[in-house]
């Protein structure tokens, strides 16, 4: 019988860099669908609960920011948390968990306005769950692009900015129906949509197990890393100006849109949900713009630019223009909004490097929500003292303000 050759065989070829390349694009539908699930059950929440606020409870605008602040300071509490569990455990599992969370404050909404029992608690009740999934989601989310992503980051991050608010879009045309079949067909839609997204993110590689053992402990330090890791890099005077996206922009358009259609152009959910339509669109236009251009070389003059001129569409949008006036000026709001969203995650995605990857996108999503708290009660109050159409304005200078600071006390606006 004869012996086994002793000699080694050739080595293995390790997968070259096409077939990389081709795996990652195989697997990039499968991102852009959970995507599209997360953001289209977004978009619904974004029209649906200022509405059951203004238009079913009719309460003030103090009340509204009340609401949406629920939202926002529930997602900021958790955030840091989220970013650290990304790191340490399966993002693929987490994502298909979160999306089934999400589901559970729709739900409690949906029994409450079939009751007859739906109230502000109540609201702000599902507007906490909601902002908590949203907190474990985000950086699981981010934290997978790369994986997916191919060679050239910027033109995913930018197709990926064109799917969630063509996402977000839809949404809010779906809750624009709920005249005709009803809150409660809304609702139900809207955790159809969010429970696709656990299929979806099946389909999503998972972690390798060498990545999970040595992730990051769950303290104080760890969970802030990314936070130190931005405040001393380059990437401070984004954050800064995130931060005033947050408290300036966010409470203009949950908080005060809400009131500029029902008070001052005196209209119903159908309107608000064309206005609060205009600023995702833009944002796809703008960036099917950008995907056609390939880019911009110099990220940080344009996101500063695009910053500044969104401002002058806010303001416009408070003159008192008739309707079609505001809903131009806030397609001009959304195209700015797609350079300024496009550059800031570029920069932020290719400078989170190592096994703090996920915390440093986190801080990203952080800096739009440590704001918008305050910016949300900002917006209520001085909707209530100068009325909607002077709260605008008076928030769009403000944004002014700030990124002339930025620009004439920071270099951002050579980053490349």
Same mark, same amino acid.
């Given at each position: 019988?004869?012996e086994?050759?002793?000699?080694?065989?050739? $080595?293995? #070829?390790?997968?070259?860099?096409?077939? *990389?390349?081709?795996?990652?694009?195989?697997?990039?539908?499968?991102y852009?669908?959970?995507?599209?699930?997360?953001?289209?059950?977004? @978009? *619904?929440?974004?029209?649906?609960?200022?509405?059951?606020?203004?238009?079913?409870?009719q %309460?003030?605008?103090?009340?509204?920011?009340?609401?949406?602040?629920?939202?926002?300071?529930?997602?900021?509490?958790?955030?840091?948390?989220?970013?650290?569990?990304?790191?340490r455990?399966?993002?693929?599992? /987490?994502?298909?968990?979160?999306?089934?969370?999400g589901?559970?404050?729709?739900?409690?909404?949906?029994a409450?306005?079939?009751?007859?029992?739906?109230s502000?608690?109540?609201?702000?009740?599902?507007?906490?769950?909601?902002?908590?999934?949203?907190?474990?989601?985000t950086?699981?989310?981010?934290?997978?692009?790369?994986?997916?992503?191919?060679?050239?980051?910027e033109? #995913?991050?930018t197709?990926?900015?064109?799917?969630?608010? @063509?996402?977000?879009?839809? +949404?809010?045309?779906?809750?624009?129906?709920?005249?005709?079949?009803?809150?409660?067909?809304?609702?139900?839609?809207?955790?159809?949509? &969010?429970?696709?997204?656990?299929?979806?993110?099946?389909?999503?590689?998972?972690? $390798?197990?060498?990545?999970?053992?040595? @992730?990051?402990?769950?303290s104080?330090?760890?969970?802030?890393?990314?936070?130190?890791f931005?405040?001393? %890099?380059?990437? !401070?005077?984004?954050?800064?100006?995130?931060? +005033?996206?947050?408290?300036?922009?966010?409470?203009?358009?949950?908080?005060?849109?809400?009131?500029?259609?029902?008070?001052?152009?005196?209209?119903?959910?159908?309107?608000?949900?064309?206005? *609060?339509?205009?600023?995702?669109?833009?944002?796809?236009?703008?960036?099917?713009?950008?995907?056609?251009?390939?880019?911009?070389?110099?990220?940080?003059?344009? /996101?500063? /630019?695009?910053?500044?001129?969104?401002?002058?569409?806010l303001?416009?949008?408070?003159?008192?223009?008739?309707?079609?006036? #505001?809903?131009?000026?806030?397609?001009?709001?959304g &195209?700015?909004g797609?350079?300024?969203?496009?550059?800031? !995650?570029?920069?932020?995605?290719?400078?989170?490097?190592?096994?703090?990857?996920?915390?440093? &996108?986190?801080?990203?999503?952080?800096?739009?929500?440590?704001?918008? $708290?305050?910016?949300?009660?900002?917006?209520?109050?001085?909707?209530?003292?100068?009325?909607?159409n002077?709260?605008?304005?008076?928030?769009?200078? #403000?944004? &002014?303000?700030?990124?002339?600071a930025?620009?004439?006390?920071s270099?951002?606006?050579?980053?490349?």
């Open positions: 019988m004869a086994p050759d002793p000699r080694p065989g050739p $080595p293995t #070829a390790a997968p070259s860099d096409d077939s *990389m390349e081709r795996a990652r694009r195989r697997l990039f539908p499968w852009l669908a959970t995507i599209s699930s997360w953001f289209g059950g977004w @978009g *619904m929440q974004q029209v649906l609960f200022p509405w059951l606020v203004v238009g079913v409870l %309460s003030s605008a103090e009340n509204t920011g009340i609401a949406q602040m629920s939202v926002l300071i529930s997602n900021l509490a958790f955030l840091l948390v989220g970013g650290a569990v990304a790191d455990f399966d993002p693929r599992r /987490l994502l298909i968990l979160m999306h089934l969370a589901v559970l404050p729709v739900g409690l909404l949906l409450a306005v079939a009751g007859g029992w739906l502000l608690p109540v609201l702000v009740l599902c507007g906490l769950g909601v902002g908590v999934s949203s907190a474990f989601s950086p699981a989310r981010d934290s997978l692009l790369s994986d997916v992503a191919g060679d050239d980051l033109r #995913a991050v197709g990926v900015t064109a799917v969630q608010f @063509g996402s977000q879009t839809i +949404g809010m045309s779906i809750v624009g129906l709920a005249r005709w079949i009803g809150t409660e067909a809304t609702l139900v839609t809207q955790a159809v949509v &969010l429970a696709a997204g656990a299929l979806f993110a099946r389909r999503l590689p998972g972690r $390798p197990a060498q990545k999970l053992t040595g @992730g990051p402990r769950f104080f330090a760890g969970m802030t890393e990314g936070v130190r931005v405040w001393g %890099s380059e990437l !401070r005077p984004i954050f800064i100006l995130i931060g +005033g996206v947050g408290l300036f922009f966010m409470g203009s358009y949950h908080v005060v849109f809400p009131h500029l259609v029902h008070g001052h152009y005196q209209g119903n959910v159908q309107q608000l949900s064309l206005l *609060m339509m205009m600023f995702p669109i833009g944002t796809i236009a703008g960036s099917l713009v950008l995907l056609k251009r390939g880019g911009i070389r110099r990220k940080g003059r344009a /996101l500063m /630019l695009a910053l500044a001129i969104g401002a002058l569409c303001i416009a949008a408070g003159l008192g223009l008739p309707f079609w006036g #505001a809903v131009l000026a806030t397609l001009g709001w &195209l700015c797609a350079v300024f969203m496009n550059m800031s !995650r570029t920069l932020f995605q290719e400078r989170a490097v190592g096994p703090a990857r996920a915390r440093v &996108l986190a801080v990203n999503q952080l800096g739009f929500l440590g704001a918008a $708290p305050v910016g949300s009660l900002l917006a209520g109050y001085t909707t209530a003292s100068l009325g909607p002077g709260s605008l304005i008076v928030l769009g200078s #403000a944004m &002014l303000v700030l990124v002339g930025v620009a004439a006390l270099d951002a606006i050579h980053l490349e």
